[in-house]
C-alpha cells in the first residue's frame, strides 16, 4: 500500500526529491537495493547537491566492489579474474565522485577521506596521497 502511495506520488511529482528519498529509504529496507539506486540517482537529476543519495550511492558502489573482491579467489581462470578485476575498479570509480562530494559537503567527517585513501590506493590514483596528508591532519 505505501508502495502504490509514493508511485503515484512520484507519477505526478517526480522531482519531488523528499518523497523520492523516503521511497528509496523504505524500497532498501525491503531489500530492492537496485530500485532504491535508481531513485537517489534520480534525485541527483533534479539536485546535485542532496547529500543523502551521494552517500547511498557510494556506499552501494564500495559494498558490491567489496563484496566482488572477497570472492576473488573463486575466479575460474585468469580470463574471469580479470572480469571481476575490471568490474571492481568501475564500480570504485562509479563511487569516486560522490565521496568527493561528500568529501567538499562535509569536510570535517573523515569517513569520505577513509574512503577516498581507500579508492585511490586500490585504483592507483595519481595524486590519492593528498587525501592521506588531509586524513592525518583531521586525526591530529
Do not use: C
Not at 566492489?65 to 570472492?71: I, T
Not at 570535517?108 to 590519492?128: H, S
Amino acid at each position: 500500500q505505501a508502495i502504490q502511495l509514493f508511485e503515484d506520488i512520484l507519477q505526478k511529482f517526480p522531482e519531488d526529491n523528499k518523497t523520492s528519498l523516503a521511497y528509496a529509504e523504505l524500497l532498501q529496507s525491503m531489500g530492492k537495493e537496485d530500485t532504491a539506486m535508481i531513485l537517489y540517482q534520480q534525485v541527483l537529476t533534479y539536485d546535485s547537491t542532496q547529500v543523502e543519495p551521494h552517500k547511498q550511492l557510494g556506499a552501494h558502489y564500495v559494498n558490491q566492489a567489496v563484496h566482488l573482491h572477497n570472492g576473488l579467489d573463486k575466479a575460474k581462470g585468469e580470463q574471469e579474474r580479470q572480469k571481476t578485476e575490471n568490474s571492481i575498479n568501475q564500480l570504485l570509480q562509479n563511487a569516486l565522485p560522490h565521496f568527493q562530494f561528500l568529501n567538499k559537503a562535509e569536510p570535517e567527517n573523515t569517513l569520505w577521506l577513509e574512503q577516498l585513501v581507500m579508492i585511490g590506493q586500490y585504483l592507483e590514483l595519481e595524486g590519492w596521497q593528498a587525501y592521506q596528508t588531509e586524513l592525518e591532519k583531521l586525526n591530529e
